[in-house]
């Protein structure tokens, strides 16, 4: 198995911060076909070989997930997303 971790601070409070991470996480199911709840203040999501969660806090948000060794092969472009999206909605 391997690991994302990310973390983003951000000044946005937690409801404006999880409405953004409610967009971010729509784009990457969307091109991942990757099934996401929340449970209180963490969006928990997973599909097959990929399993994690984006925490939402009032200073940062945390991305913590887990690939299966199939899925290593795109564990960058996966990584790449999610950068990519925190810059455009959280800044650089």
């Known amino acids: 198995m391997a690991t994302i971790r990310m973390e ?3 000044g946005l409070g937690v409801t404006k911060a999880k409405k ?3 967009k971010v996480a729509k784009a990457i199911r969307e091109r991942f ?3 996401a709840a929340w449970n209180r ?3 928990e999501f ?3 070989g990929v399993e994690g ?3 939402v806090s009032a200073e940062k948000v945390t991305v913590h997930a ?3 060794f199939l899925l290593l092969p795109i564990k960058g472009m996966i990584e790449q997303e999610i950068r990519r999206y925190f810059d455009q909605e ?3």
């Open 33 to 35: 076909e990757i099934e």
């Open 20 to 22: 953004t991470v409610d």
């Open 41 to 43: 203040n963490t969006l």
């Open 46 to 48: 997973s599909r097959s």
């Open 53 to 55: 969660e984006i925490a």
């Open 90 to 92: 959280f800044g650089d």
């Open 66 to 68: 887990t690939i299966s």
């Open 8 to 10: 983003r601070r951000h």
